[in-house]
């Protein structure tokens, strides 16, 4: 008995003794913006070094991985995004990085699949990007699948002997705007209309930060549209209401979450000129304090020094710090810890099916393909102004249009 407490002592001891779990480091880069035209938007977003600190804290630890993420200003500057690069790439080896939108996508896209390292990017994508085998992933699909989905829930909501009176108001100042109504005209031409579903009444372009639409607003007003979209900033989307006013009407638009009812209600402080107002997401929504999402926010919050504010900018954020987290997860348990490479990353890209359980709810189901660099599959969440409280306009995620082709 005796021996075999000391045999007991002795493995306790050199159990305690035992050193522990070698960490490997991997350096992850993020574009940012602290001072060009996005900074407000940028500031938001690097809410995803709050994800690596959970991560490192939680799984990595058990992995043996350490991810430490360096983010670089870019100035939303392509020029500058190409003048970094080579620095970021030797200074940091990545296997995988962030990226922020159009500038480092212009800057980097046709050098990533020779450099091997794989960026993913937060917010949806556009279809001049359409090209397969990308090295970009944009862990949403394009504006106009997410807005499709919307415009498709709406006119199922208001049923009628007529198709749906779709206008757009945009600006040609930049190829992403453009981009979202030739999207989404070609959908409505080419597949609604021909059903009876919606047609496109009206297109009016604008300047990109306007003062005054109350001429094209009354073209619009005249063509009895039942729906607007393209409101794809604040300062078109503040325009397009004053107008509205100005005119004694109502009528819906649909952007995203960033772009109308929640920052031109923090301006106005009050939701009620919205009221029937959409927007559409395919990341959790923050008008639901009831879900798994928004639990995980509390932790990062409380925890892991993330600023205590539960917006559509943050979260977008979060989405993109958790994608990176779990692609390099579930590489390294393919390949093993010390052993990822950013064609490890590609691999588990296009071929891994990231569940909304292992994403915190912050987003549904993801997988990718190589045919576009974002997603042409995924679900949606849409969200209202009713009595003049912002709130969800459907508890359940919304289906994307699997019949959306090329533009």
């Not at 670089?72 to 990545?94: F, H, Q």
């Not at 807005?147 to 208001?158: D, I, S, V």
Request: proline share 7%.
């Amino acid at each position: 008995m005796k021996k075999i407490m000391l045999a007991a002592i002795a493995a306790a001891m050199l159990a305690g003794s035992a050193p522990a779990l070698a960490q490997v480091e991997y350096r992850i880069p993020g574009i940012v913006d602290n001072s060009g035209p996005f900074a407000d938007l940028s500031k938001h977003l690097v809410a995803r070094d709050a994800v690596f600190k959970w991560w490192n804290d939680t799984t990595g630890k058990k992995l043996g991985i350490t991810l430490t993420v360096k983010n670089y200003d870019s100035r939303y500057d392509g020029t500058v995004v190409a003048s970094l690069w080579p620095g970021i790439l030797s200074e940091n080896k990545p296997v995988l990085a962030m990226g922020l939108g159009g500038a480092d996508v212009a800057a980097l896209q046709q050098r990533l699949p020779r450099d091997k390292v794989p960026v993913l990017y937060a917010p949806p994508g556009y279809g001049y990007s359409w090209l397969p085998d990308q090295w970009l992933f944009n862990i949403r699909p394009s504006y106009t699948h997410e807005w499709a989905a919307a415009l498709l829930w709406f006119a199922q909501q208001n049923p009628q002997k007529r198709p749906l009176k779709v206008a757009f108001m945009s600006t040609q100042a930049s190829p992403a705007f453009v981009d979202i109504v030739n999207g989404l005209t070609k959908y409505i031409k080419t597949t609604l209309e021909p059903k009876g579903i919606a047609t496109v009444v009206a297109t009016e372009w604008v300047e990109i930060q306007p003062v005054d639409v109350s001429s094209p607003m009354k073209k619009i007003i005249d063509a009895k549209a039942d729906i607007i979209m393209g409101t794809a900033n604040t300062t078109l989307a503040a325009a397009a209401l004053r107008a509205q006013q100005l005119h004694g009407v109502n009528i819906p638009t649909i952007a995203s979450p960033w772009h109308t009812i929640w920052p031109l209600a923090q301006a106005m402080k009050s939701y009620a000129p919205w009221e029937g107002h959409f927007v559409v997401t395919g990341i959790a929504p923050t008008t639901d304090k009831s879900t798994k999402a928004w639990q995980f926010y509390q932790t990062l919050a409380k925890q892991y020094g993330l600023p205590a504010e539960w917006n559509p900018l943050n979260v977008l954020g979060i989405s993109q710090g958790l994608m990176a987290v779990r692609t390099i997860e579930h590489t390294a348990k393919r390949v093993g810890a010390d052993k990822i490479t950013g064609e490890a990353v590609y691999e588990t890209l296009t071929t891994t099916k990231f569940t909304e359980d292992e994403l915190m709810g912050i987003l549904p189901d993801v997988t990718f393909s190589k045919e576009a660099p974002f997603r042409l599959t995924g679900k949606v969440k849409i969200e209202t102004v009713k009595d003049g409280k912002y709130a969800l306009a459907t508890p359940e995620w919304v289906p994307v249009p699997a019949d959306i082709t090329k533009w």
